[in-house]
């Protein structure tokens, strides 16, 4: 049972390059969300997906755009990549939105 | 006034002893608690949930809430070297799909 998976595990980029962040989750949630952890700040919320179809904004979507590719995947696209883009990216699912969440290994991005 | 608050620590306990974690949170409609393991350069990993005032057990954690006073916490009993890590305290308002964290406690056992 892989429960969330997200990949790269670990990436760099150069200034200005894009990237995609590929999350799939087996678990049959129905919800589906993206984290970044920074030092001292905890993990802030990206955006969402309450359910197949629908994305919402969370705390920090600027830079950010987001797929619900289907139920299972969620992506997240950085379009042009800054240094403060540097962080570690969580994958995360419930089954609703109040239910307990899941979290993918992670990906440590650093842009250079 | 963060939204969930948490002492950073470390806190730091002897093997064996208690450990008492706690959380403060400022949305009174928030419904669903959490709390989330990580170690170091690893993902969150979830220990426990709560939804009700009272206490929950779960073999050596138990979860307390308190609605009226807004606080939420985590007592691991018999703590072990293995439990050192940073734990998470979230909270999810009611109506919502957004888990909000604390900045987490630095947890460290003592052997």
């Known amino acids: 049972n892989a429960g969330v998976t997200q990949t790269p595990k670990f990436q760099v980029l150069k200034t200005g390059q894009s990237m995609t962040l590929q999350c799939a989750q087996d678990?049959?949630?129905?919800?589906m969300y993206w984290y970044r952890q920074d030092p001292g700040m905890g993990l802030r919320l990206i955006y969402y997906?309450?359910?197949?179809?629908?994305?919402d904004k969370g705390e920090v979507p600027n830079g950010y755009n987001v797929s619900r590719l289907n139920k299972r995947e969620f992506s997240l696209r950085l379009e042009s990549a800054a240094p403060s883009q540097t962080s570690v990216y969580f994958c995360a699912s419930s089954h609703k939105g109040d239910t307990e969440a899941f979290f993918g290994q992670g990906t440590r991005l650093t842009v250079v | 006034q963060k939204e969930v608050e948490q002492n950073s620590g470390p806190l730091s306990v002897p093997e064996g002893a208690i450990a008492s974690l706690n959380c403060t949170y400022s949305?009174?409609?928030?419904?669903?608690f959490f709390w989330y393991r990580q170690y170091s350069g690893k993902s969150p990993e979830l220990i426990m949930f709560?939804?009700?005032?009272g206490d929950k057990e779960d073999g050596r954690f138990t979860a307390q809430l308190n609605k009226a006073s807004q606080y939420v916490s985590l007592l691991i009993r018999d703590s072990q070297p293995s439990d050192s890590a940073t734990y998470l305290c979230?909270?999810?308002?009611?109506?919502?799909?957004?888990?909000?964290f604390g900045t987490g406690t630095r947890l460290k056992v003592l052997a």
């Open positions: 997906s309450a359910s197949e179809g629908t994305t």
């Open positions: 709560i939804y009700s005032n």
């Open positions: 949305d009174r409609g928030s419904q669903s």
């Open positions: 678990m049959n949630h129905n919800s």
């Open positions: 979230a909270v999810n308002p009611g109506g919502t799909y957004k888990y909000i």
